[in-house]
Every structure is written in structure tokens, then in C-alpha cells.
């Protein structure tokens, strides 16, 4: 079976027993900020198993893409460890338990695809004899074929240390004896390559307390793992995963490019082959390669397989090349990719050429390095791991920090490190490598652990029923019910309060929070931000401060819409009593005014997105936004800045569909039927799978998306661009305006262009050529006035050369001399060491505001071990308390200290005599 038909089969086998196919979650998960990526197939339930929420169905079956990297080191080097893997899992929320999962998948593994059941060993948790009792009587397993193991190995949870957790138990094939010859007696469970895991069973049914003692758990439930890649490796007769037909095609296309038999470059093929799996995935989703978070997980792996591909040979961008063979085989089953390729694509590309000169610049440091060790190791001093550890005697050694540097900054793997030193008989301190490396995970771990908790709130319960209930798209006040509010516990000028409905959009989709009152009888509270948490809880933001008079909002043109002006703000302590009366009726009327400038800026977004694909391509999607009332902030992908004309279409089209006052429809489906639509999903939004809202503007656009519009486009009433910038490396940011704050900034531009045509006298539309020129002639007379200046540096070193003190045949000079710029003063001493023929010179002038030194060495002097210029100027203005650097023959120093410049200078002749004066200097 091909690893699509496995798939399939598996997916249909539990759709025929009532399980409720739910489609992948994304990679970088939308409502879960404890994981950087989705790592298991259960995450997406995890709210489920957590009762955070309805159960929308009992059982549940899903294949769900999954990118993990706490293994990454082992990618390649061992036959299945992986970044990126399909989980194929079914799912029982307090329905069916052991029994019928466990029978179900012996059905599955041995009916359905085939799997010889000789080969098959179960494993269970020691304490769990109903597990245990169910493979020996209705399986038919003999007991030495029922591995009993360990917590470690067969115990699930809690996470966090308490809540829901339980036993599991796991199903082993037997690849044979011949794969690990060297362990005849090995079995499932132990640290070999013979016995793989082909399905782990989890079952819920334990609640952890804080005490440490186990209740039986309300509702006790069944979480399914089986790897993809792990089973299609076994049906097809393979004893590596990367011998299975989701790699083979990648593999062969990377050889092709490389132009090296995959036999000969194995390890490499493999790293790449996954990489590249995981990279289309996620570049496809839009996650960007970054310093940071997600993003730097995909530096990172991006910088691995580039590596690889160095050591195959290749000198060019390639990866991105890698992308259509993984888009052929997954099209099917995740259509998605098809939408993010040339994405995925052109993100592969622009930060496969940034890290070229990267690589090259790793390389030489780590040369730098290896030329650092070596010569320590020669005169038999060995070379300490930052003081961590001795290599073994008469071995030179680089140092683990050293490593770790080149690993994590540069992206040099620790075999190629491994091989290249080993090549010039170093060892690398791998120990303390280790011991980074190590540190390195344990953070990457600690940010992708689960946890149920958010922030501990004292809630404090009012009424009871649903809430939240969003009711601001056509009005602007509900009468409402307070359900809960809650003290923050680090602001006590705010509280949070949760209503039964409110007119209040919660801050989401880059959507700015409304703003506004809750208003009871003769309470008026100012509402200063409206918050979401969660996928539906809306949370607003309540100041127990007084509001200024010019801060109140309006919600029309009913001046009894918004308090009076000389109404006082309550104390604390009757808004807390008055949230806590469960009949009083509150009053929540939003800012509408303020709703409305948000409302042109966000359909702004929509109309500016459309515009950007059109001029751009379709390979631009949207990357984050910021809505707000007076301007709206869009980041886009793309791989260069915008041309003048690209920057003025983009502008016209938008205004263009302004002008044409389109209508803006929304509509309600299924995600399924929106995506098949070709409506666009934005990444990092969450979307209700049952219920999407659809945002239209007829023949130009149409979005998911929970923000509030305008009716009619004609309402944004003009759009002015103002800023575009680079975000990171394929993302860029335009920044615009909307209706009246359009015209002011227009007015505001105005303003400065008569201010600049004033300046300069001429009319505006000529002022750009006359700046122009003006920069021309400036630039002229300032290339005049440094041939100027270097010509009294000159002077300067006539006069100092002629004073130069000879010693023997070598000269020394030490001076002042007058240069504008650290280059003018680079170039007095090449001059300085061309005339002294033999010998050295320390100059120091004032450069800018900082007072500089320049030590030079002719070559002879460097070439006999006597003196160098880096030596030299360290030790300078080590004097007046500054530090310095460069090549043996010329370097440079700073001086701080200026009240010790004699002295540095004096310091700086007696090394130079001292130098010159040693019996050992050969003639020049």
C-alpha cells in the first residue's frame, strides 16, 4: 500500500464506526499560545479533554500534520526520527474506552492492512491489568509477547502536574533479528531498531490532584497516536522511514540538483528531505523564518538542509526547488499546499540566499577557530573548553562554546563541524556542546509543554446563563446582564467584566477593542479597551478612574447617548456592588464614532490586500494587520520594497473600488464550503470549522473575518498611503490612512512641500530637480574639502617622517596628523608605511567627536615576530582606558581618557624602540 492509501484506509476504517472526521489543524496553532507548533495529534482536543468547552461530538477521527524539534539532532542519523510527521489518531470523548480501541486496532493493523500479527508485540503499564487482561484473552497475544513497562514509557500526564491522565499502551512491529544483530535478545520497549512503534494507545481515566492521589475522571476518553511515516515504512517492506515512498521522490529530486548519488550522501539526503517536509508546511501557512518564536524554527531548519546541501557541493539556492515534489504527493490530502506553494516558494528562496553569505562567513570563523586551537595545541598548551574540560593529552581541542556559537548562529551542524576539524586533527569539546545543546532544548521544551491554565482571576460570579453573545454588527448599545467580573491583580484602577451580550468587539484580527460606557441608573462607567479570551469570551475593560470630559464616547448623533458631563464617577466600592446586583440591567452603548473610523480602515485592509495580489502576484498574502481608528498598519509577503509606481497603483486601485461605492456583504457557511469557495483564510486566526463569516466586496475580495465593516465601500471615503518598510526577511509593512484623517495627512504633506518649496525657491513641482542639483554641488564641494584636508594630512606626515627616530636602518614615528574620517586616516598610514620602508608609526588624531589611534607595522617587522599593530594599539589605549583591533600590520584604537594621551603615546614609543632595538632583527 502506498502511504496515500494507508490514509485513506485508516480514515474511512473509523468513519465507519460513528468517528466524526475533523480536518487538520494548522501547524502553528491558532488559539493555543503555550505551543509553538501543533506536536501531537491531539492538540487540536486538548480543550475537549480539558472540559473547557462543548463536546461537539463523542468521537472523533483526524490525520493531523505535526512539527516537532526536540529531536532534531537524530534527524537523518537514525531510521525514523523526524521534524515533520502525519499522525493518524480517532479519538473517544467519554465514549468507548480500552476495548474497543484496542480491538478495533488490531482489526485495523492486521485485517485491513495487512500487517503479519506474529510480528506484533504489545506493550502496557505495569499497574494496568484491564489492558493487559484485554491483548491476552480477546486479542489472543501470549504473555511473552505483553511487554509490562514503566511510567516513564507508559503513562500519560498530567500536564501541568495535575488534571487528566492515565495509562497507554503501545503496539510494536518486529522488523527481526538481522536489524540490530548485535541485540539478539532485544524486545519491545528497549533502545533499538528492531522493534517500532506503530501505534500508541492513550486512555484517560485518572484526575491528578494535588495531593498526588488519582480519582477516576469524569469523563475518561481514548487519545490514538499512530505515525504515518512509522507505518507505511513497515506495509512496504522498509527499514527506514526515508526508504518509504513520502521521502523516495524528494530524496531522488535532491539528488538530481546535487548531482551526487543518494547512496553517497545519505545522512544528508535524509536531513533535507525532512526539512524541506516540514518548511512547505509551514511557509505555506505563512509562518515566516525569523529571530524568534515559530519563525526561528524555521531559520533554523532552513540553515540545516542549506548546509547540507553545501556539503553535497551545492554553491546556489536549491531548497525552494525541493518544494513541487512534496506540493505532488500531499495535494490530495492537505489542498492547502497547492494555495501556499509559491509562498512556501519564494520565502525558501529569499532566505536560502540571505544565509549563502551567512555560511560563507560561518565558515571562516570557524577556520578562525580551528587557527586559534592549533597553534595552542602545538606548543603544547592544550586548548580548554572555556575552562569546562581538557581534551586528551597532546589532541588540540575547540572549545564547546565555540562550537555551540557556529551550531546555533551560523547554522553549522555539529557533524560538519565534527568532520571539518576532524580533517585538521581537532577534537571539539562535544561534552560542553552537549551541555548547551541540552540547555537549548529544555527551553524549547518549556515553550512548547501544554497548559490548561490561563491567568488566575478572582471571578466573582453575578448571574448565571451563555455570554458574550456579540451583537455590535449593526448596533451600537444592547441592554444587558453582568455574569462575572474580576479585580486585576496587577492594575487596580481596572476590572474586567463579562456580559450576557454586548455590542463590544473584543479586541481580534488585528481589530482593534471598542471603547465605551456601562451605564445603570446614575453609574456611568468608562469601558477603556474590550478584550477576547478565548474563542468566544468577551472581556471588557472597565476604569474605576473618573474619565476625562473629551475621552466620552458618542454613539450617533443623540446627545442622551453619552453621559453628562458633570456626572461623577463612582466610588470602587459601589461599582463593585452595583456588579454585583444579578437584576440590575446595565446599559452598554459603544463609542461609535470611534467604531465607525475602525470600521473604514479595516474594509480598507480588505480592498488594500486585493490591490497588493493584483500588482504584485498571488504569492502576497496577508502576514498581520493593525486596525485601529486613525490608521491601519498591513503586513504583507513579498520579497522587495515597492516601486514608486508599483506604490501609486496600489493606491489608485483601492480608491478606485472607493469611488465605486461597492456594496460589502457578509455571509455564513462551513469553513469547508468558504475554502472551497476560494474565499481567503488568513494565517493565525481561528475559524469555527461549522460556522465562518464571509466579508465581500463583490468582483474585488472576499475573506473570512469576525471584524466589523462598513455598508458600502464608498464610506472609507479615500485612502492615502504613508509608510512602506521591511518588517523581516519576506515581509513588508504599508501603513495608511482613511476618511477625513486621509485628508489631514494629505494637508499635513502639503504643509511640508510648501515649506520645502519656500526653502529652496522654486514652485513645487520643480523643487525635486532643484534639490537634486543642490545635493549634486554639495557633494562636489565636500569631495573638494576632504582633497583638502588629506592634503594637510599629508602635510602633517611630511613633517612628522622628517622627525621620524632612526634606529639602526628602521625608523619610528609617533604624531598627530588631521584626517575627517576613520578611510582619510586608513589611508595616511598606508602612506606612513610605504615611506618608512622599515619600521612603525603611531598616529592619533580626532576623528568626529572620538580621538583615535592608528598603529602601523611594516611587513618585515610582522613577518619576524617583533611587533604588530593590533598588539601594539591594544596596549595603547589600554592606557587611557579604551580598546582596539585589527590586522598584524594596521590597526585601530580608541582613547578615553584624554588627560593619559601622553602617556599612551609614550607606552606606544617604548614598545616600538623596545621592539627594534632586540638583537634578533634582521636586516630590512
Known amino acids: 500500500m502506498t502511504a496515500a492509501e494507508v490514509r485513506r484506509a485508516f480514515v474511512e476504517f473509523y468513519r465507519a464506526r460513528d468517528h466524526h472526521l475533523v480536518p487538520s489543524a494548522p501547524l502553528a496553532p491558532q488559539d493555543d499560545p503555550s505551543l509553538l507548533f501543533t506536536s501531537a495529534g491531539m492538540v487540536p482536543f486538548k480543550k475537549y479533554y480539558a472540559g473547557s468547552v462543548a463536546l461537539p461530538y463523542r468521537r472523533a477521527v483526524s490525520v493531523q500534520k505535526c512539527l516537532r524539534v526536540n529531536d532534531i539532532e537524530e534527524v537523518g542519523h537514525t531510521p525514523r526520527h523526524l521534524t515533520f510527521f502525519e499522525m493518524l489518531g480517532h479519538f473517544s470523548f467519554g465514549d468507548y474506552f480500552k476495548r474497543e480501541a484496542i480491538e478495533w486496532n488490531w482489526a485495523l493493523f492486521t485485517r485491513v492492512l495487512g500487517l503479519d500479527p506474529e510480528r506484533l508485540t504489545a506493550s502496557v503499564y505495569h499497574e494496568d491489568e484491564e489492558a493487559y487482561a484485554i491483548w491476552r484473552d480477546r486479542i489472543g497475544l501470549p504473555p511473552e509477547r505483553i511487554v509490562r513497562l514503566g511510567a516513564d514509557d507508559n503513562f500519560w500526564g498530567p500536564a501541568g502536574g495535575t488534571g487528566a491522565c492515565g495509562p497507554c499502551s503501545e503496539l510494536y512491529y518486529d522488523l527481526g533479528p538481522e536489524v540490530d544483530p548485535e541485540h539478539p535478545d532485544a524486545q519491545a520497549g528497549d533502545e533499538t531498531d528492531r522493534f517500532v512503534e506503530v501505534g500508541n494507545f492513550v486512555f484517560p481515566q485518572f484526575d491528578r490532584q494535588r495531593d498526588g492521589s488519582d480519582q477516576p475522571l469524569k469523563n475518561r476518553g481514548i487519545d490514538t497516536g499512530i505515525g504515518l511515516e512509522r507505518l507505511a515504512m513497515v506495509i512496504q517492506g522498509k527499514t527506514s522511514v526515508f526508504e518509504s515512498d513520502l521521502f523516495r521522490p524528494i530524496i531522488e529530486r535532491a539528488a538530481e540538483l546535487c548531482g551526487v548519488p543518494p547512496q553517497k550522501g ?344 486585493a490591490a497588493l495580489r493584483e500588482t504584485l502576484g498571488g504569492h502576497v498574502t496577508q502576514a498581520g494587520s493593525r486596525v485601529a481608528p486613525d490608521r491601519l498598519r498591513f503586513d504583507y509577503t513579498h520579497h522587495a520594497a515597492l516601486t514608486p509606481r508599483q506604490r501609486a497603483q496600489i493606491e489608485l486601485r483601492v480608491n478606485h473600488e472607493i469611488v465605486a461605492d461597492r456594496p460589502v456583504e457578509t455571509e455564513l457557511s462551513t469553513y469547508e464550503e468558504a475554502v472551497r469557495d476560494g474565499v481567503i483564510a488568513l494565517f493565525g486566526e481561528k475559524y469555527d470549522v461549522a460556522r465562518v463569516r464571509r466579508v465581500r466586496v463583490p468582483g474585488v475580495s472576499e475573506e473570512l473575518c469576525g471584524g466589523t465593516h462598513v455598508r458600502a465601500t464608498g464610506q472609507i471615503g479615500a485612502l492615502l498611503l504613508l509608510e512602506e518598510s521591511a518588517v523581516s526577511a519576506g515581509v513588508r509593512r504599508l501603513e495608511a490612512v482613511c476618511g477625513l484623517a486621509a485628508l489631514e495627512a494629505a494637508q499635513r504633506l502639503r504643509a511640508a512641500l510648501e515649506e520645502v518649496r519656500g526653502v529652496v525657491g522654486t514652485s513645487a513641482a520643480e523643487a525635486p530637480a532643484k534639490i537634486e542639483a543642490m545635493q549634486t554641488e554639495i557633494h562636489r564641494l565636500r569631495k573638494e574639502l576632504a582633497r583638502a584636508r588629506r592634503g594637510e594630512g599629508v602635510s602633517d606626515l611630511d613633517a612628522l617622517l622628517r622627525e621620524a627616530e632612526a634606529i639602526g636602518p628602521r625608523k619610528i614615528v609617533v604624531g598627530e596628523v588631521r584626517a575627517d574620517s576613520v578611510p582619510a586616516l586608513r589611508e595616511l598610514g598606508d602612506r606612513v608605511r610605504q615611506r618608512l620602508g622599515s619600521g612603525a608609526a603611531l598616529l592619533w588624531g580626532h576623528v568626529g567627536e572620538k580621538t583615535t589611534f592608528l598603529a602601523v607595522v611594516t611587513r618585515d617587522l610582522v613577518d619576524a615576530k617583533l611587533l604588530r599593530a593590533d598588539a601594539l594599539v591594544r596596549a595603547v589605549a589600554a592606557v587611557t582606558g579604551g580598546g582596539g583591533g585589527g590586522p598584524p600590520h594596521m590597526a585601530l584604537g580608541g582613547a578615553r581618557d584624554l588627560d593619559r594621551l601622553p602617556e599612551a603615546l609614550e607606552e606606544g614609543r617604548r614598545r616600538m624602540e623596545a621592539a627594534l632595538r632586540t638583537d634578533e632583527a634582521p636586516e630590512p
Request: zero cysteines; charged letters at 30%; aromatic letters at 6%.
Open 266 to 609: 545519505t545522512v544528508a539526503y535524509r536531513i533535507i528531505a525532512d526539512h524541506v517536509r516540514a518548511l512547505t508546511f509551514a511557509l505555506s501557512e505563512g509562518v515566516l523564518p525569523s529571530n524568534e518564536g515559530r519563525g526561528y524554527v524555521l531559520r533554523r531548519l532552513i540553515r540545516r538542509a542549506a548546509v547540507q546541501g553545501h556539503h553535497l557541493g551545492m554553491r546556489e539556492p536549491f531548497l525552494h526547488r525541493l518544494v513541487e515534489p512534496v506540493v505532488a504527493m500531499m495535494t490530495d490530502a492537505y489542498p492547502e499546499v497547492v494555495a501556499g506553494r509559491e509562498r512556501a516558494e519564494l520565502a525558501l528562496r529569499t532566505e536560502e540566499e540571505r544565509f549563502g553569505a551567512t555560511l560563507e562567513q560561518g565558515l571562516a570563523k570557524l577556520e578562525e577557530a580551528l587557527a586559534e586551537v592549533g597553534p595552542a595545541a602545538a606548543g603544547g598548551d592544550l586548548a580548554r573548553s572555556g575552562g569546562e574540560g581538557i581534551g586528551p593529552p597532546g589532541v588540540p581541542q575547540m572549545p564547546g562554546e565555540t562550537a555551540f556559537l557556529l551550531y546555533d548562529t551560523y547554522g553549522l551542524p555539529l557533524e560538519l563541524l565534527r568532520e571539518i576539524a576532524g580533517e585538521r586533527s581537532v577534537r571539539i569539546d562535544e561534552e560542553s556542546f552537549r551541555r548547551r545543546l541540552e540547555a537549548q532544548k529544555e527551553r524549547s521544551r518549556a515553550a512548547t509543554r501544554f497548559q490548561f491554565a490561563s491567568q488566575t482571576l478572582d471571578w466573582h460570579a453575578v448571574s448565571r446563563g451563555a455570554d458574550s453573545e456579540f451583537v455590535g454588527y449593526d448596533r451600537a448599545r444592547s441592554e444587558s446582564v453582568v455574569r462575572r467580573w474580576a479585580a486585576l491583580p496587577d492594575d487596580p484602577e481596572h476590572l474586567l467584566v463579562v456580559l450576557d451580550r454586548t455590542p463590544f468587539y473584543g479586541e481580534a484580527g488585528g481589530q482593534v477593542g471598542d471603547t465605551g460606557i456601562l451605564r445603570s441608573g446614575e453609574i456611568n462607567l468608562r469601558v477603556a479597551d474590550t478584550l477576547r479570551e478565548g474563542e468566544a469570551e468577551i472581556r471588557h475593560v472597565v476604569a474605576l478612574a473618573a474619565e476625562d470630559a473629551g475621552d466620552r464616547p458618542h454613539a450617533g448623533t443623540d446627545a442622551s447617548e453619552a453621559p453628562h458631563p458633570d456626572s461623577a464617577m463612582p466610588d470602587a466600592l459601589a461599582v463593585r456592588e452595583a456588579l454585583d446586583d444579578a437584576d440590575r440591567r446595565w446599559d452598554a452603548v459603544i463609542d461609535a464614532e470611534r467604531r465607525d473610523a475602525i470600521r473604514r480602515h479595516h474594509t480598507a485592509t480588505h480592498l488594500l490586500h
